[in-house]
């Protein structure tokens, strides 16, 4: 595996995984991908036993990892694309209008009624599927695959398809498509704080529920991501942060450094309860991380933000419309000190538009329940050059498709 090459690792025990005692090492050096586990390139988990083999390597860390999950979350937002599916046939006529010739996105918009929102989430899907692609000039066109949802095609799938057309969340989601959102929203939008909008993040029992569903998820990806953020003393700003996990997971492995939880006050309650529950936990170091926390309640579209020395922007851009994520950038990069770092860690289209279908179906379900979608690395470094930071190209994939990557302030 490691074909004798003198390499430096750190190792990661992985605590009970899925009935494997396992190992995480991660190298300075990219290695083969697929030998256990969907890992970065860099990254590769082996039995114990292997482990020991090789002690020769420096051993320089201590993590907890799992396998990734990636197949249930997957499963999890393939209902929002199929719904995308359905509609785009009968709902929204994406093909019937496709078949007349190809069509710029603008004119494909403005045919179909579509605003820049569900546009951005219709159309990467249905090039995920297969089922449209961009010709050389841009346009959009209908592939080969996609041919047999058109009336032009004699033996077609439209009728079949078409057993599904009057599924309640097909009918709601051609309804959101048409709308760019629900049509009604009396108690907010959920993961979204807004002005004097009604905020499900402010009602003690929802923000509640919401935070706790997050924590599962937390869990699995904070070690990862704290293992990737910069290893430093200094001030982990942990913005929009939930259930406060990743701050925390990093707090562990920088046992110099201190981190501000920020969100609004009912979630922070719950988050409070998640680091009394990780200081009694027997991990080294644990029990020495509340000192080393500081819980601010706020909005963070309008009050100020702490300085900090790292911003971490975690599941939080994909919550918000393109110019709110313009807004936001400018404000973490305003909190960043000078040679600070401001880390994304989303889940990211490919800057082609064109999927990953993971992340497009994940895009579709953000679409359905907050103000956002799933953007691409592109999106993301323009909005964090506008806002004065450095974009560094690497991007590092954690698990359930999420990546990260980070910009510099100068
Ligand atoms: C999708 S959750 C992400 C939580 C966490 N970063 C994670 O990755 O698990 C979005 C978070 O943004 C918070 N939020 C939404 N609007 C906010 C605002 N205006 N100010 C502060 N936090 C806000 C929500 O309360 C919620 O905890």
Redesign the pocket.
Same mark, same amino acid.
């Given at each position: 595996m490691l074909t004798g090459q003198k390499v430096k690792v750190e190792i990661a025990p992985v605590r009970q995984g899925i009935g494997l005692q396992s190992i995480a090492l991660f190298v300075k050096t990219p290695v083969p991908s697929g030998l256990f586990f969907t890992q970065p390139a860099n990254c590769f988990i082996v039995p114990e036993s292997s482990v020991r083999e090789r002690a020769g390597y420096t051993i320089t860390k201590s993590m907890t990892t799992h396998p990734d999950l990636a197949p249930i979350t997957r499963q999890l937002r393939a209902m929002y694309g199929s719904r995308l599916l359905v509609a785009a046939v009968h709902h929204i006529p994406v093909f019937d209008t496709l078949s007349n010739g190809p069509l710029s996105i603008r004119q494909l918009q403005d045919q179909l009624q579509l605003g820049e929102r569900p546009a951005s989430v219709l159309f990467p899907a249905l090039c995920a599927m297969n089922l449209l692609a961009y010709a050389p000039d841009g346009k959009l066109y209908i592939t080969e695959l996609g041919q047999y949802l058109t009336q032009h095609r004699a033996t077609n799938l439209r009728g079949y398809v078409g057993l599904e057309k009057d599924d309640a969340g097909v009918v709601e989601m051609a309804a959101r498509l048409r709308n760019d959102g629900p049509l009604d929203t009396p108690d907010g939008i %959920?993961?979204?704080?807004?002005g004097d909008e009604p %905020?499900p @993040?402010d009602d003690p029992l929802l923000?509640r529920q919401?935070?706790m569903g997050?924590?599962g998820?937390?869990r699995q990806?904070a070690p990862l991501v704290a293992a990737r953020l910069p290893r430093r003393a200094g001030h982990l700003l &942990?913005?929009?942060? $939930?259930?406060g996990?990743?701050a925390y997971e990093w707090l562990l492995v920088n046992p110099a450094a201190t981190a501000t939880i #920020?969100?609004?006050p009912?979630?922070l309650a719950v988050a409070e309860e998640l680091l009394d529950e990780f200081s009694r936990s027997d991990r080294p170091g644990a029990e020495q991380i509340r000192e080393r926390v500081t819980f601010r309640a $706020? &909005? @963070? #579209?309008? &009050?100020a933000l702490p300085e900090a020395d790292i911003l971490?922007?975690? %599941?939080?851009f +994909?919550?918000w419309p393109t110019p709110t994520c313009q807004c936001l950038a400018n404000r973490f990069a305003t909190a960043l000190r000078p040679g600070g770092e401001l880390w994304v +860690?989303d889940a990211f289209l490919n800057d082609t538009l064109d999927g990953p279908l993971a992340v497009t179906d994940y895009s579709a379900a953000l679409f359905w329940g907050?103000k956002g979608r799933c953007y691409s690395r592109a999106e993301y470094r323009s909005w964090l050059v506008q806002a004065g930071l450095e974009p560094v190209a690497e991007t590092w994939p954690t698990q359930l498709d999420y990546s990260l990557i980070y910009a510099r302030k100068r």
């Open positions: %959920s993961f979204v704080k807004e %905020s @993040m923000s919401f935070t997050l924590a998820r937390a990806l &942990d913005v929009a942060a $939930g259930t996990l990743y #920020l969100d609004r009912a979630v $706020g &909005d @963070m #579209l309008t &009050d971490l922007a975690a %599941s939080l +994909h919550d +860690h907050t």
